[in-house]
């Protein structure tokens, strides 16, 4: 049985910020932001998180994260060229995946979604999941203030 998610915490608890414009790109035949994009915002936003938290620069060919899972709730439709921020902040991390929350804000405040991410840990040479490197753990728990 799946188990009900937390609530995202409130929005003083969040430390990161990832500014993203809304592009022409993001738009669909319905004149709004399709919903899709929104996965790319958070995905924006989540490997900023790293690459600013840790120094981690990417290469698919090592150790990385891969999506679990993702779910977004929406408030109200976003339109071209809205200026957003969104907020990341880790939540969990176990001991092969990381837990993810984000808050989607239009402008200086307005909420238009909230999502949450769960990341697994993955070698991808070998193309298998990984226990969470200690020093991820602890570069997180460092930036969060959160003994992981």
Not at 21 to 41: C, I, K, Q, W
Not at 122 to 129: P, V
């Amino acid at each position: 049985m799946n188990k009900k998610p937390e609530p995202i915490p409130a929005r003083e608890n969040f430390k990161h910020i990832t500014n993203v414009e809304v592009r022409f790109a993001d738009m669909d035949s319905f004149g709004h932001v399709n919903n899709a994009s929104f996965l790319t915002f958070i995905e924006q936003a989540r490997i900023k998180y790293f690459d600013d938290i840790s120094g981690w620069h990417y290469d698919p060919s090592k150790e990385g994260v891969i999506l679990a899972h993702a779910s977004l709730d929406f408030v109200r439709p976003l339109h071209f060229k809205e200026k957003l921020s969104v907020l990341t902040l880790c939540t969990h991390v176990g001991t092969k995946s990381i837990t993810i929350v984000h808050r989607i804000i239009a402008g200086e405040k307005e909420e238009v979604a909230t999502a949450e991410s769960v990341v697994v840990a993955f070698d991808y040479s070998i193309m298998k999941s990984i226990p969470v490197p200690v020093k991820w753990r602890d570069a997180i728990g460092r930036y969060e203030e959160k003994n992981f």
